[in-house]
């Protein structure tokens, strides 16, 4: 029988990447005499890459992007993110021994996150947990990605296993859209990357720590959901 799978975005869920990708965005900002992003606006910036992140930065400062100064400024802070991992990034507490606890019970875990790919592999390489997921998926393994409810089903499908037996978990709107779209309940931490508190988007269910993620609560969340 096809493995259930339990789903984690990365950053803001999984780990905290918040201090690295200040430091890269701002080393960006810096280069274009934009004055710094500081970490209480970090909420109104992070969510969907890289290239999103400077947009909302230079729409915070009120200023406008050139002609492909994107591009330009997206590859200058993915070299400095990519040379800094995995600087002061950590997974938050209780995660790794909640992905024991699903893979005791026979689960396997994957990563959903609309981080590049090879990004991601390296910062959990770097973390010394890669090992723990079947599958890492990024915002360029697949033609679409969150909120599209392929890149879920995606990840699902890569690590082998079954999507009427899954479960993801998100900290922002993006990832709860996705989820229901997928037709897959979605647990959602309180401590993430978002600008409005994540009860405002109706998840199944809020965390305020990992230690409250139980195999118990997925399965009656999946239940919930065949019924």
């Given at each position: 029988m096809t493995a259930?799978?339990?789903?984690?975005?990365?950053?803001?869920?999984?780990?905290?990447t918040a201090?690295?990708?200040?430091?890269?965005?701002?080393?960006?900002?810096?280069?274009?005499?934009i004055a710094p992003v500081h970490e209480n606006e970090i909420n109104r910036i992070v969510g969907f890459g890289s290239r999103v992140m400077i947009e909302r930065a230079y729409a915070?400062?009120?200023?406008?992007?050139?002609?492909?100064?994107?591009?330009?400024?997206?590859?200058?802070?993915?070299?400095?993110?990519t040379d800094n991992v995995?600087?002061?990034?950590?997974?938050y507490p209780g995660v790794i021994?909640?992905?024991?606890?699903?893979?005791?019970?026979?689960?396997?875990?994957?990563?959903?996150?609309?981080?590049?790919?090879g990004m991601s592999k390296s910062l959990l390489s770097a973390l010394g947990i890669a090992q723990h997921f079947k599958a890492i998926c990024g915002s360029d393994t697949?033609?679409?990605?969150?909120?599209?409810?392929?890149?879920?089903?995606?990840?699902?499908?890569?690590?082998?296993?079954?999507?009427?037996?899954?479960?993801?978990?998100?900290?922002?709107?993006?990832?709860?859209?996705?989820a229901k779209a997928a037709g897959i309940p979605v647990v959602a931490v309180d401590f993430g990357y978002t600008d409005r508190h994540v009860r405002e988007?109706?998840?199944s269910r809020i965390i305020s720590h990992f230690d409250e993620l139980s195999v118990e609560m997925a399965e009656g969340l999946m239940a919930a959901t065949a019924a």
């Open positions: 259930p799978i339990i789903v984690f975005d990365l950053d803001g869920t999984l780990v905290h201090p690295d990708l200040l430091d890269s965005l701002n080393h960006c900002l810096a280069s274009v005499d915070v400062r009120q200023r406008q992007l050139a002609p492909g100064q994107l591009d330009e400024l997206q590859a200058m802070f993915l070299e400095h993110y995995p600087g002061r990034s950590h997974p021994e909640a992905i024991a606890r699903f893979q005791d019970a026979g689960y396997v875990a994957a990563i959903c996150t609309n981080k590049l790919e697949f033609p679409v990605r969150k909120p599209d409810p392929g890149h879920l089903l995606s990840t699902i499908a890569m690590a082998g296993a079954d999507p009427n037996r899954a479960v993801m978990v998100g900290d922002s709107r993006t990832d709860i859209d996705t988007f109706e998840p």
